[in-house]
């Protein structure tokens, strides 16, 4: 890692001249208060990607009105002040991707279903206490609410039949939608931090790829788990986990899908020993 030497150590002024906050300093002698601002607007009018990330806004620009961003396909209002989502990102119908991740915005409003583009939202790091319903009626692939106060999914998530990626880490949830198994895209789901006591046995029916379910208070991993063959990373640590035990758990994937199998096998058996004695009876 670079550190800063002796003044003699220093790099030549001609690379300090890269650094943001040097060109902001110099710049501030020859631009007009938010001109840094008024550039970001203009470059996205003409390219359709908006960055307005860590300028410390508490709402939309409102000299955005001033420029034509009716085609931005790309939002970065992230490492704001923003305590709701601005009315006018809404009205970006063209957004593929939006990403509001550390602001301070505590509820999404139903206007966003007029984003019919999103494919990827970012809201990871707010104080939300709920996602709305209407969320699940967008075209979404990617969706982080990591880092709020979520207590709960929506029942309606089943309805988001392209989502790839869910990362609902470090919230308050404690159970999963009954149909979460209807996300049938559904490669990653990171649920790691929660207050998870059980998992839903329909997730052996997704084609997950990575699967955090760590510092729950989870104590058993169903045995239909067995069959999530595609599942390429389990993380799974710090659950008060009995089946399989312990010993077993940190021995990795391979391992546990084995436990999980002579488990089923045992079910079986026991299963149909009770059949039997229920005949003769």
């Known amino acids: 890692m670079a550190t800063l030497g002796p003044e003699s150590a220093r790099p030549p002024l001609s690379q300090l001249g890269s650094s943001p906050s040097i060109q902001t300093h110099i710049g501030s002698a020859n631009l007009p208060p938010n001109r840094g601002l008024e550039r970001a607007l203009e470059e996205a009018a003409a ?8 300028r410390k806004l508490k709402e939309f620009p409102r000299t955005a009105a001033n420029h034509d961003l009716t085609d931005t396909v790309e939002a970065d209002l992230s490492k704001n002040r923003l305590a709701d989502v601005p009315s006018e990102v809404c009205n970006l119908v063209a957004l593929e ?3 509001l991740y550390h602001n ?3 509820t999404i409003p139903d206007s966003i279903i007029s984003l019919q583009s999103l494919t990827s939202f970012i809201i990871s790091r707010n104080q939300l206490g ?37 990362d609902i880490s470090c919230n308050e949830i404690t159970a999963l939608p009954r149909h979460i198994g209807k996300l049938k895209a559904l490669r990653e789901l990171n649920v790691r931090r929660n207050l998870l006591c059980v998992l839903p046995e329909d997730l052996a029916d997704l084609p997950l790829v990575k699967f955090d379910f760590s510092c729950n208070k989870v104590s058993t991993i169903p045995v239909c788990y067995r069959k999530m063959k595609q599942l390429q990373s389990l993380q799974l640590e710090n659950n008060p ?5 312990a010993q077993i758990c940190i021995k990795g994937k391979v391992h546990i899908f084995k436990y999980l199998s002579i488990e089923a096998c045992l079910t079986h058996c026991a299963c149909c020993r009770g059949d039997m004695i229920g005949s003769w009876l």
């Open 241 to 245: 986990l009995q089946s399989p035990p």
């Open 130 to 166: 709920s996602l709305p319903a209407c969320l699940c009626g967008l075209p979404l692939r990617v969706l982080n609410a990591s880092n709020n106060k979520l207590v709960s999914l929506p029942e309606t998530i089943r309805q988001l039949h392209s989502l790839m990626e869910l």
């Open 104 to 106: 301070c915005i505590r």
């Open 97 to 99: 991707t939006l990403n």
């Open 47 to 54: 390219s359709g990607v908006l960055n307005i990330s860590s």
